[in-house]
Nanobody, 125 residues
Framework: QLLESGGGSVQAWGSLRLSCAAS????????MGWFRQSPGQLRVFVAGITWSGGNTYYADSVKGRFTISRDNAKDTLYLQMNSLKPDDTAVYCC????????????????????WGQGTQVTVSS
């Protein structure tokens, strides 16, 4: 089970830090990802991290502004979001990949075996 927190409303250029708390024994051996979905839009990959945290991947739209990280001792995934823009407004979900590393970048959402409910992020101009 995955549970996101940390969403909210912020002005442009502000920052938020999302957390994703995982329960169960597979978090520490799973690659993890963050996705987002805006109203009327498809869900898109935002960032991913391998099981050890040794490799990270980002969508071009967030590269240089967002940082994905994980703490396996706490079974928690994070997404630090800086320099937020109104276009970043979306529901953000964390997801557990079916393997310890991704097979392609961006990974296919169908290859993630479990998803959180999501947390709303709203960025105003």
């Amino acid at each position: 089970q995955l549970l996101e927190s940390g969403g909210g409303s912020v002005q442009a250029w502000g920052s938020l830090r999302l957390s994703c708390a995982a329960s169960g024994r597979t978090f520490r051996i799973s690659a993890m990802g963050w996705f987002r979905q805006s109203p009327g839009q498809l869900r898109v990959f935002v960032a991913g991290i391998t099981w050890s945290g040794g490799n990270t991947y980002y969508a071009d739209s967030v590269k240089g502004r967002f940082t994905i990280s994980r703490d396996n001792a706490k079974d928690t995934l994070y997404l630090q979001m800086n320099s937020l823009k109104p276009d970043d407004t979306a529901v953000y979900c964390c997801a557990a990949f079916r393997d310890s590393s991704f097979h392609q970048i961006p990974p296919e959402s169908a290859d993630f075996r479990s998803w959180g409910q999501g947390t709303q992020v709203t960025v105003s101009s």
